[in-house]
Structure formats: C-alpha cells, structure tokens
C-alpha cells in the first residue's frame, strides 16, 4: 500500500472509530445479524489492508459464547485474549465490551448512513443477500460490502475499499469459505486453560482487531 492510501486509510480508521463507538441498538439487518441467537462453526480467510497477507480464521459461535482461532475465548462471562509471545493473558468482562467482531457488522457509518440490499449470490455454498454502504471521502469513493446468509442472517463475507473498485488506494476483507450450522458443539471449547507461568491481566483494551473490527 501506498502513502496515499495509508493516510486514506488512517482517515477512514478514526471514521470508523466514532461510528463504532456511537452503537448503542442496530436495527434492520444489522440487529438480525448481530443477534447472539446463533450457533455455528465456520472457517474464513482474512486480508488486511495494510499488510495484504492473507490470513486463516477458524470462527466456533454459540450463543454469546465463542472461540476464534486458539488464542479468543469467550465462556460468556469472561472473553480470553491469549498471547503466547508474551506469555501474558488478557480477561475483559463481556458486560464492558462494545467492539464489534468481525462476523457481525455496523449499524451504519457516519456519515456514510445504513447499508442498502444491492442484489443476491451465492457464497460458501449458501445464498446470499448482498448490502452495501457507499460513500465518499476526501474525494474518493468508499464502500463496504455485506454478504449475508439468506436463511440464517449470517454475515458469510465483507469488503472494505476505497478508490476506484478495479484500482483501490484500500481493500480488505473477511471471506467465509466453510459454514455449518448447529454443530455439535463441547462446552469445553470455550473453557480457556490458562498455561502455566502466563501472566493474567484483567481490564484494559482488547488488542484484536477480530474482535474491535471498524467495518
């Protein structure tokens, strides 16, 4: 990525922060896809806008319980960030977060206003509606875009760019290649067993982007 698109980028970033931060209660399809009412265990490819290095997402949702990769847990309570560089811990009460994981999806972006149904396709193997905010700024076009399961009002994919679609300044996104609904599921897969010797930090802020996505 360019310096153009970086500065963009940044822009865009703290956009994102001051909409995120003013969610309080979504409505339309944001509240049916963000309702924590679903189970299901997924696996997904991550493309950040400034590294570009694509990366592996196994997803395990239950209810307000779930588990990203190995190192997010969430037991309902308590959501676990683990760092094993670090050999540290990080313990967040869920009644004090209101990020937003990157397999639900804004209520809308400031000053952007609500995602619009734009068509359908088909995606993981599931029909999908497709929605998309689109907007400008400083000039150049923005859009995010929504692929949402048809039947069970699952986010399966998501698209941010800036710049012109066939040549963007900025493009990232999250992409659902494997989905299945009503797994059986072990309670002990969001039992976070803290090693030995780590160290537990409780509060703070949570340091995952996959779990404080901007759009």
Request: with cysteine; aromatic share 14%.
């Amino acid at each position: 990525m360019g310096k153009k698109g970086l500065i963009f980028l940044l822009g865009v970033f703290f956009l994102f922060c001051l909409s995120a931060w003013g969610r309080r209660k979504p409505a339309g399809i944001a509240f049916e896809v963000n309702s924590w009412d679903k189970s299901f265990r997924s696996s997904w490819l991550y493309k950040p806008a400034i590294t570009g290095r694509k990366e592996k997402i196994q997803l395990l949702v239950k209810g307000k319980k779930f588990r990203v990769n190995d190192n997010l847990i969430c037991d309902g309570k308590d959501i676990y960030e683990i760092d094993a560089r670090n050999r540290e811990v990080k313990i967040f009460n869920v009644k004090g977060w209101r990020s937003l994981p990157f397999w639900h999806i804004p209520l809308k972006m400031s000053p952007f206003g609500e995602a619009q149904k734009i068509r359908e396709a088909t995606i993981a193997g599931r029909s999908a509606e497709i929605y998309e905010i689109r907007g400008k700024y400083q000039g150049a076009e923005v859009y995010l875009i929504y692929w949402i399961d048809k039947e069970k009002k699952v986010l399966l994919k998501k698209e941010h760019i800036i710049g012109p679609r066939n040549d963007p300044l900025v493009y990232e996104f999250y992409e659902c290649k494997s989905i299945e609904f009503n797994p059986l599921i072990s309670e002990k897969d969001f039992t976070c067993t803290i090693p030995s010797g780590y160290l537990k930090i409780k509060g703070g802020f949570i340091s995952s982007n996959l779990l404080d996505n901007k759009f």
